[in-house]
């Protein structure tokens, strides 16, 4: 059974911080690791998608890697700015069913 | 492209009532999927269809729990006899349908307070 923990929960930074958010698996069998964020009270925006062949997407400042040997995956967002603010979710497994970790609450200060 | 739709974005109902979501997916997009947040966790799978055949449903989803998707366009989750546990955010999201490895766009979700 999949299972996807994500560190820190929470994560409170200046503006302008490089920073990196860890998402882990235990299944290493997953077709992709997408990485969502959501807004209070709000549906999930998707961010990246890395399939399970690929090493790493970026899209703008926010750049994914993937390891599968080790269960791994980060989310390094370059430069944060205030409107970053937001809980950041990975998920796992095929895109019929994603198994989804807890989230990381990051504030960004200005 | 008007994105997926939910509604109605909240709905509070009294324990042992029956409740009934709306999802309207993005058009084109043959898969829909049903998750369900509660507060501080990330979503839970629920249910999928790939147009109107309902694929794969969680142990989750009980025997008060239904769902359809009639025509393979708009999609509806309904509970009967609510119990208080059944509170929480019910997402919906849909992608194109063609291969494993798809973007899922979300809804904003209903929030279903049970009192």
């Known amino acids: 059974k999949q299972e996807v923990t994500q560190i820190p929960a929470a994560l409170s930074v200046p503006e302008g911080e490089n920073l990196v958010l860890n998402c882990s698996f235990t299944?290493?069998?997953?077709?992709?690791l997408q990485w969502f964020r959501q807004d209070p009270g709000k549906g999930l925006t998707s961010l990246l998608l890395?399939?399970?062949?690929?090493r790493e997407q970026t899209s703008g400042r926010l750049n994914a890697s993937l390891d599968k040997s080790s269960g791994r995956s980060t989310l390094y967002i370059a430069a944060s700015q205030p409107g970053d603010s937001a809980t950041y979710l990975c998920?796992?497994?095929?895109?019929?069913?994603?198994?989804f970790g807890k989230g990381t609450k990051l504030t960004v200060n200005p | 492209d008007t994105g997926v739709s939910q509604n109605p974005r909240h709905k509070i109902t009294k324990r042992g009532q029956n409740v009934t979501f709306r999802c309207d997916p993005i058009?084109?997009?043959?898969?829909l999927y049903w998750y369900r947040q509660t507060l501080g966790q990330g979503p839970e799978f629920l249910t999928y269809?790939?147009?109107?055949?309902?694929?794969?449903k969680s142990r989750l989803l009980s025997d008060r729990f239904s769902a359809e998707r009639p025509k393979g366009s708009f999609s509806t989750l309904e509970i009967q006899r609510t119990e208080q546990g059944d509170s929480a955010m019910y997402l919906c999201?849909?992608?194109?349908?063609?291969?494993?490895?798809?973007?899922?766009?979300f809804g904003s979700g209903t929030q279903l307070s049970v009192l």
């Open positions: 999201a849909s992608s194109p349908g063609q291969t494993t490895n798809e973007k899922l766009f």
């Open positions: 299944d290493s069998a997953i077709y992709n």
């Open positions: 890395i399939q399970s062949s690929q």
């Open positions: 998920a796992g497994g095929g895109s019929e069913k994603l198994v």
């Open positions: 058009s084109e997009h043959n898969r």
């Open positions: 269809f790939q147009n109107e055949a309902q694929l794969e």
